[in-house]
């Protein structure tokens, strides 16, 4: 069975652009969490996406928004970036339930100048 | 809030010596609680996890964990520590069905020769 495949693997940005992360699920995993980690910041939760509807969100702000399709595949888009939004951005998929745990994607490393 | 602490940004141990990596959470009850792995340029891969019932649960390549409910603790140990163990590990706790997870800050596991 094929794991979380995220694209692109390394990107490069410069500050006020906006990039988008593609992340396709384990197949059967009807969720999809985008999460952001940074060496100060660790692990941040950003959004949870389940049947192409938002069930979850941190903190971040409105620059930071994602989307699912109806083939469970998500997007996370990141608008006029900063040099703080230099992350690497991980993708995880589950299957619904109570434990519901998370397999994850290599990431996606984003470096913004 | 759920919330989960590790001890010790950074830990060192001989190869052949015990690893003992710590975890605290906060969590409403019942709690879920995971250790993930992280090697260098990759995603978190999970380690073990408790559910229910047994709460000494053992995972992959020879780690285990107890859960301690008066402790709020879910330690990961591994008898004898192997060069190939060196990586990040995250302790997180997840509520209920569709909360989110909770990560802690990580544990850099270094294995000295």
């Known amino acids: 069975k094929a794991g979380v495949t995220q694209t692109p693997r390394y990107l490069i940005k410069t500050r006020g652009q906006q990039v988008t992360l593609s992340c396709s699920p384990i197949?059967?995993?009807?969720?999809v969490s985008w999460y952001q980690q940074t060496p100060g910041q660790g692990l941040q939760f950003l959004f949870e996406?389940?049947?192409?509807?938002?069930?979850n969100k941190g903190n971040f702000p409105g620059r930071f928004s994602g989307r699912q399709f109806s083939n469970s595949r998500s997007e996370m888009n990141v608008s006029t970036l900063e040099l703080g939004d230099s992350a690497l951005y991980l993708c995880?998929?589950?299957?619904?339930?109570?434990?519901?745990?998370?397999?994850f994607g290599e990431g996606s490393r984003l470096t913004v100048l | 809030a759920q919330s989960v602490t590790q001890l010790g940004s950074h830990v060192s141990v001989s190869e052949g010596a015990l690893v003992l990596l710590r975890c605290n959470y906060s969590s409403s009850v019942p709690p879920y609680l995971f250790w993930y792995v992280q090697y260098p340029n990759q995603g978190l891969q999970l380690l073990l996890k408790?559910?229910?019932?047994?709460?000494l649960v053992k995972g992959i390549n020879g780690f285990e964990a107890e859960f301690k409910k008066s402790e709020t603790s879910f330690h990961l140990t591994k008898p004898s520590a192997h060069m190939s163990d060196a990586a990040e590990y995250f302790c997180a706790v997840k509520g209920d069905y569709g909360q989110n997870f909770v990560f802690g800050p990580g544990t850099r596991l270094s294995v000295l020769p």
């Open positions: 996406y389940f049947s192409e509807t938002q069930r």
């Open positions: 408790y559910t229910t019932g047994a709460t």
């Open positions: 995880a998929s589950s299957f619904p339930g109570d434990t519901g745990e998370l397999f």
């Open positions: 197949s059967g995993h009807r969720s």
